[in-house]
Nanobody
Framework: QVQLVESGGGLVQTGGSLTLSCAASGRTFSSSAMGWFRQAPGKEREFVARISRGGGTTTYADSVKGRFTISRDGAKNTVYLQMNSLKPEDTAVYYC???????????????????WGQGTQVTVSS
């Protein structure tokens, strides 16, 4: 079991930055790949970024590549999403998720993640 709690969302102007945090509890954090997803009103939840169990491999959606950075701190059981150069289209509820399957494939499908946080709102004003 993994419990996930996101924080760090808020209101920011276009071009600004935010860092989201996802604190994990439970014994499987270190053995789980972690992902960030987002869901805008009226849209499906979409993949944003993923980091492997050891942190050595990261994967990004094309829409955020070069602007967002995912990282993890094993000592703190926390995964981060540093978001720079934010755009109004980045406005969404952001969720972190855990994939404890051990699959080496950088999964982007929401169905492949077993555990989810409650989400944190990010709003980018134009």
């Amino acid at each position: 079991q993994v419990q996930l709690v996101e924080s760090g969302g808020g209101l920011v102007q276009t071009g600004g930055s935010l860092t989201l945090s996802c604190a994990a509890s439970g014994r499987t954090f270190s053995s789980s790949a972690m992902g960030w997803f987002r869901q805008a009103p009226g849209k499906e939840r979409e993949f944003v970024a993923r980091i492997s169990r050891g942190g050595g491999t990261t994967t990004y959606a094309d829409s955020v590549k070069g602007r967002f950075t995912i990282s993890r701190d094993g000592a703190k059981n926390t995964v981060y999403l540093q978001m720079n150069s934010l755009k109004p289209e980045d406005t969404a509820v952001y969720y972190c998720a855990a994939d404890s399957s051990g699959r080496p494939i950088p999964e982007r499908r929401t169905s492949m993640y077993e555990y989810w946080g409650q989400g944190t709102q990010v709003t980018v004003s134009s």
